[in-house]
């Protein structure tokens, strides 16, 4: 099982980028997937994640309404659209995916809940 994250980058505060994040090995549709993020110095914590294809989802307050978590099961890849994007964004952005059955309500927001995750991408946003 792989999962291959890509399109990080460099923008000005106020850009948008979008991540995307192919899963191989696994389909992942009845399973929870979701982005994380850990920028420098810092923790890795939970930005997005939706329980299943068509589940219910949960993004983190300080990403409402700037960042929105899709996924196209046909293609087995999960995408991050990012728009207005600011200074405290900059952070390499993980992609995650839990091939555990999973029953929740609401998607895993702790690390240790997924079991398969993507190398990375760097995002860094500028003022």
């Known amino acids: 099982v792989q999962l291959q994250a890509s399109g990080g980058g460099s923008v000005q505060t106020g850009g948008s980028l979008r991540l995307s994040c192919a899963a191989s090995?696994?389909?992942?549709?009845?399973?929870?997937m979701g982005w994380f993020r850990q920028a420098p110095g810092q923790d890795r914590v939970f930005v997005t994640a939706?329980?299943?294809?068509?589940?219910?989802?949960l993004t983190t307050n300080s990403v409402k309404g700037r960042f929105t978590m899709s996924r196209d099961d046909a293609k087995n890849t999960i995408y991050l659209q990012m728009n207005d994007l600011r200074p405290e964004d900059t952070a390499v952005y993980y992609c995650?995916?839990?091939?555990?059955?999973?029953?929740?309500?609401?998607?895993?927001?702790?690390?240790?809940?997924?079991?398969?995750w993507g190398q990375g991408t760097q995002v860094t946003v500028s003022s």
């Open positions: 090995g696994l389909n992942f549709s009845p399973y929870p």
């Open positions: 995650a995916a839990r091939g555990l059955r999973y029953t929740g309500r609401y998607p895993p927001t702790a690390l240790d809940e997924y079991d398969h």
């Open positions: 939706i329980t299943k294809s068509g589940g219910t989802s």
